[in-house]
């Protein structure tokens, strides 16, 4: 669906207003749906959809995934969890989860940022080299 550039500068407009303190806040997020779609203006679908996609980028930018090969130390998930905090901020939400096909190592990925210090990765890259 094509979106016009007054519907894309509005649901900008919107989603700014939506973020509280650097954080994206779930009420008023919810709040401008309902008032959208209550309302229904001239092309609210298309203004609805781009502004689905910009609260979606920000939740993927703002969630981290951490998967390992073996569960790890808690004093290791604590380093994890302040060193990403420090690079990305404190509103970060984090989960852990194991992975035995990593075989050792980490995998970080934040967003559109994959940190990849598995053994599989690296097995995968000195293949790719072949």
Known sequence: MKISKSARRDAKQMFRCCIANGVLDEARVRSVVRKIAAAKPRGYMSLLSHFERLVKLEVERRTARVDSAVTLAPEMVEKITNDLNKLYGQSLNISFAQDPALVG????????????????GRLRKLAETF
């Open 105 to 120: 190592g980490l995998r970080i990925k934040v967003g559109s940022d994959v940190y990849d210090g598995s053994v599989q």
